[in-house]
């Protein structure tokens, strides 16, 4: 059946944005007096991702101090975290060309700080719609915001495709019965594709 939707993941699918996410991190346990993640050996570099910050700063912080850290806001700019988050290889020339035959949306654990990424990038009229963690009850990985993608479009489960780069996005696509490309990724045996101009292969 022909694809009529692609479902883009946005942090490390993309765009890179790991040294953004480890730095917004950083900032915030350093303010809370807590020990710095080892990000490139510990698991946590890898599930950063595909957790929100919720999820994420609520594995060593609750109640009063967790509302807190959650509040806190690190003195450091959207504008220089975008500036060390480039976009991923193939980007900017696969989406004109896929956007002519498919729908293009994102779903996405970041909030709505993803508005000024997508227009520091000129590439927002690619995707007119985006669900953030902020717009589902559940996040990835529940299937929640791919279901209200495809409920938008009027479109199926096999018209439809998922490219993430975490085990969040990998069981977000299985429980929404969408079909899953890794993005520089292996996970549980999914198609990889290193650059975006890949995904026509797949349609």
């Given at each position: 059946?022909?694809?009529?939707?692609?479902?883009?993941?946005?942090?490390?699918?993309?765009?890179?944005?790991?040294?953004?996410?480890?730095?917004?991190?950083?900032?915030?346990?350093?303010?809370?007096?807590?020990?710095?993640?080892?990000?490139?050996?510990?698991?946590?570099?890898?599930?950063?991702?595909?957790?929100?910050?919720?999820?994420?700063?609520?594995?060593?912080?609750?109640?009063?101090?967790?509302?807190?850290?959650?509040?806190?806001?690190?003195?450091?700019?959207?504008?220089?975290?975008?500036?060390?988050?480039p976009?991923?290889?193939?980007v900017?020339?696969?989406l004109?060309?896929?956007?002519?035959?498919?729908?293009?949306?994102?779903?996405?654990?970041?909030?709505?700080?993803?508005?000024?990424?997508?227009?520091?990038?000129?590439?927002?009229s690619?995707?007119?719609?985006?669900?953030?963690?902020?717009?589902?009850?559940?996040?990835?990985?529940?299937?929640?915001?791919?279901?209200?993608?495809?409920?938008?479009?009027?479109?199926?489960?096999?018209e439809?495709?998922?490219?993430?780069?975490?085990?969040?996005?990998?069981?977000?696509?299985k429980?929404?019965?969408?079909?899953?490309?890794?993005?520089?990724?292996?996970?549980?045996?999914?198609?990889?594709?290193?650059?975006?101009?890949?995904?026509?292969?797949?349609?």
């Amino acid at each position: 059946m022909q694809t009529k939707l692609i479902i883009y993941d946005f942090d490390g699918v993309l765009v890179d944005s790991h040294r953004a996410v480890y730095c917004y991190y950083d900032a915030v346990f350093t303010k809370f007096n807590l020990p710095l993640i080892d990000w490139e050996h510990s698991e946590l570099g890898k599930l950063a991702y595909g957790l929100t910050h919720v999820q994420l700063l609520s594995r060593y912080a609750t109640g009063a101090e967790l509302e807190a850290m959650l509040n806190y806001v690190p003195d450091i700019t959207q504008e220089e975290l975008i500036a060390i988050s480039p976009l991923e290889k193939g980007v900017l020339e696969a989406l004109p060309e896929l956007a002519k035959s498919c729908h293009l949306a994102i779903c996405t654990n970041r909030g709505h700080s993803i508005k000024q990424y997508l227009d520091h990038y000129d590439i927002e009229s690619f995707f007119p719609y985006v669900i953030t963690a902020s717009d589902v009850a559940s996040p990835k990985p529940d299937p929640e915001g791919a279901q209200k993608i495809m409920a938008h479009y009027g479109v199926s489960t096999a018209e439809s495709i998922f490219i993430g780069d975490s085990e969040a996005d990998y069981f977000a696509a299985k429980d929404a019965g969408v079909r899953f490309i890794s993005f520089n990724s292996v996970l549980f045996g999914s198609p990889i594709i290193h650059d975006h101009r890949e995904v026509k292969k797949y349609l």
